[in-house]
Each structure stands twice: as structure tokens, then as C-alpha cells.
């Protein structure tokens, strides 16, 4: 990995960079609260919230891989910022739907197509970022960093969007496009290394089979992605959070809110631990021992109809996902030289990223089928089956020991 210079290197950056993170973050998850009460009020039916993850995923599918090629080879900040405008053209076609008190989902539908077409530019040029705002010895520190500022975020906005909704649609999606806007001026801003391409006659679809190949020929960062993907897939207990609010815990918006916040409380504590206490020695084990956890946490959560049992569960889910996050992100970045950069991180956005809407669909479609406690909890031995067969798949990944060992 390239070092960045000393005149380069302000850490003024990293602190733009994070709070431009926690503000879209805040932006997502707020807008996130809002258009899954939206739709299930309006249609009453878990494939409704199936149907708002697969809408965002189609598009993140289609252009996450694409959008890492152009933010390999063009500046990866004005990409983002020109996604994160389109997030807030999002947010205020969102607005406009509530005011005109549209009476059918269908419209909504259309609109989070956009978002996630947005979401598959900003992903990529976002993910790539860090590795030039800082040198490779603090890169795991600022990963922690950036993960706990994020998490904070997740924790905000949720709760945020509860208490926001009560007020009405304006002040919710005004928001929204508030931090989505916000967000394009400081990435667009932000000074660090640049990084410049080397000419290649290769075509898009040769540069974007490079990332893929490469992805596929490390063994530790393939391992890394795919076993998050699973887990992610099969665990999407949070695509059903407006049915457990609703119907099964009885708690309201309110309620919904402190239970998309609580992952993110459990997330942003161990966030916070690992800034001051990065992990050194098996790191692999680590990151398979969190996976099962976040399975495990995912039944009790599943089988719960007690709401402070509910919001533990989701809050060790939370903390465990937190740590293969960490372990995943560090594994990533230091094994990925700066001409892969945006590629890899379409890949890793395609994977864990929009996997969360794939997900969403999932959860949605199978509580349809089987009914909602019973789709968490498969979901949850189905991830606790993934880790047993992951730790004989990637043996690699399983005895990594430390990042150095992993180091480009």
C-alpha cells in the first residue's frame, strides 16, 4: 500500500469524512423508519416489506460493479457526492408522495428503484475513500473509527425517525435531504492523496472481471465477504421490525425506532472498545465466533415476545456483527493495492451491502410462507450452519492470525 505523505495526510479529513458518514448514515436509517411504517400501514403485509429491500437491491446488483470501475478511474469524491445528491432528490420525491397523500405503495416502489441506483455509486466511492485519507498503519484505527461513527448513526437514526414521524412527513424527509445534501459538499471537499490511474486499453467488462478475479483468488478476503453475505441474508431479522413493533411486541413507531437502534447501540459499544483496543492475534476465530453469536442472538430475538428481552437480543446481535465488520473491513483494505481499490469495493458492496436489501426480500417473502417468528429463527440456524461450513471452506481465513499478515 501506497504512504501518504505528510502533507497529505491531515487528520482534519478523517474527521470530515466520518461526520459526513454519520450525517448520510443518520439520513438512511430516518428515511429508513419512516418508509417501512409507510408501506406496512398501507399494505399490512410482510412481502410489502420484502418488496422495499428487493426494489433496492435490483439496482445496487445491476451498478455497484460498474460503479467501482468508474471510481477506480475517475475521483472517487465527486462520485459520491454526485450519489448523495441523487439520495436527496430521493428523500424529496419521498416528501412530495406524503404530502399528495399517495393510497398506494406502488408509487414509494419507484422512488427506492432511484435510491437504490444512488446507494450503488455511493457505496463503492465511499468504501475506497479512507485508504487515501490516511496511512496504512492507522488504517485499522480509523476503520474503528469510521465503524463507530457509523454505528452511532444507526443508533441516532432510527430513533431519530420514530420520534420524527410522530411530527409528520416534512419533518422527516426535510431531513433527510438535509443530510444527504450535506454529505455530497463535505466528500466533494476533502483534500488527501489522489490517486491516478495508469492508462489500460482493457474494456469495462475486462476491468470489472479484474476486480471480481481478484477477489476470487484471496481466499481470506473471499471468505471474509461471502461469510458476511450469508450471515446478513439469512439473519435479516430487521426487515421485519415493523411486524414485531405492530403486531407482536405491540410498541408502536416509538418502539420501532428503539428496535432498529438497538444492533446499532450494541455495534457502537464494541465500535468504541476496539478504537482504543485493536485486535492483534486471531482475528479469524474472532470473526467466526461473532458470526455465531449474531446467529444465536438472531433466534432468542426471533422467540422473544418480551420487549426488553427483544432489544438485548438485538443488541448483542448488533455488538457481534460489529466485530466481523471490523475484522472484514480491516482484511479488505490492507490486502487491496490502490488501482483495485474501487472494484474490490464493489464487490464487498455487492455483497454485504446490497444483501441487506436481497435480505430484506428474503425475510419478507419467507414470513409470507412460514410466518414471521418462524423465518427469523431459520434464518438464525441457517447462519449458525454457515459459520460451521465456512471454518472447513477457508481454512485460510479461519488461521489468519493478525492484519499484518494480510498486509498488500
Known amino acids: 500500500m501506497s504512504e501518504i505523505p505528510p502533507v497529505l495526510y491531515r487528520r482534519r ?124 498503519e492507522r488504517l485499522p484505527r480509523s476503520i474503528s473509527i469510521s465503524s463507530s461513527t457509523f454505528t452511532a448513526a444507526i443508533i441516532a437514526g432510527p430513533a431519530l425517525g420514530g420520534l420524527l414521524y410522530a411530527f ?53 478476503v473471499f471468505g471474509a465477504i461471502s461469510l458476511d453475505l450469508f450471515a446478513v441474508l439469512l439473519g435479516g431479522a430487521t426487515a421485519l421490525l415493523p411486524i414485531y413493533a405492530r403486531d407482536i411486541l405491540h410498541v408502536g413507531p416509538t418502539g420501532l425506532g428503539l428496535l432498529r437502534a438497538a444492533p446499532a447501540a450494541g455495534a457502537f459499544v464494541i465500535a468504541v472498545w476496539l478504537t482504543r483496543h485493536t485486535m492483534k492475534r486471531h482475528v479469524g476465530l474472532k470473526m467466526f465466533a461473532s458470526v455465531a453469536i449474531f446467529g444465536l442472538a438472531t433466534i432468542v430475538f426471533g422467540l422473544s415476545t418480551f420487549f426488553p428481552v427483544s432489544l438485548a437480543a438485538l443488541f ?23 488501482t483495485m481499490r474501487g472494484r474490490v469495493s464493489s464487490v464487498s458492496t455487492l455483497f454485504i451491502g446490497a444483501s441487506n436489501e436481497l435480505g430484506e426480500f428474503e425475510s419478507g417473502t419467507t414470513a409470507a410462507l412460514m410466518g414471521t417468528v ?15 461450513g465456512w471454518m472447513k471452506l477457508f481454512p485460510q481465513l479461519r488461521r489468519v492470525d493478525s492484519f499484518k499478515d494480510v498486509a498488500a
Open 13 to 136: 479529513d478523517l474527521h470530515f469524512f466520518v461526520t459526513s458518514r454519520f450525517i448520510a448514515t443518520v439520513a438512511v436509517q430516518v428515511q429508513s423508519v419512516a418508509i417501512g411504517w409507510q408501506i406496512y400501514e398501507m399494505e399490512r403485509t410482510p412481502l410489502s416489506l420484502g418488496l422495499v429491500g428487493l426494489c433496492q437491491f435490483v439496482p445496487m446488483f445491476l451498478l455497484t460493479l460498474p460503479a467501482g470501475d468508474i471510481t477506480d478511474r475517475f475521483n472517487q469524491r465527486r462520485v459520491y457526492s454526485l450519489a448523495a445528491a441523487l439520495q436527496a432528490m430521493c428523500s424529496a420525491l419521498f416528501l412530495g408522495l406524503s404530502i399528495f397523500a399517495a393510497h398506494t405503495a406502488w408509487a414509494f416502489y419507484a422512488v427506492l428503484v432511484l435510491f437504490g441506483a444512488a446507494r450503488g455509486f455511493a457505496g463503492p466511492s465511499g468504501q475506497s475513500l479512507l485508504p487515501f485519507l490516511v496511512p496504512a
Open 168 to 220: 409528520g412527513p416534512l419533518a422527516t424527509y426535510s431531513l433527510c435531504i438535509f443530510g444527504f445534501a450535506v454529505a455530497a459538499l463535505i466528500v466533494g471537499n476533502l483534500g488527501g492523496r489522489r490517486f491516478t490511474p495508469e492508462p489500460t486499453l482493457a474494456t469495462r467488462f475486462e476491468r470489472v472481471a479484474e476486480g471480481i478475479r481478484f477477489v476470487r483468488s484471496r481466499p481470506v
Open 316 to 338: 448483542v446481535l448488533g455488538a457481534a456483527d460489529m466485530v466481523s465488520v471490523n475484522v472484514r473491513s480491516s482484511l479488505i483494505q490492507l490486502s487491496t493495492p490502490d
Open 374 to 388: 418462524m423465518s427469523v429463527v431459520v434464518g438464525g440456524i441457517g447462519t449458525l450452519a454457515v459459520v460451521a
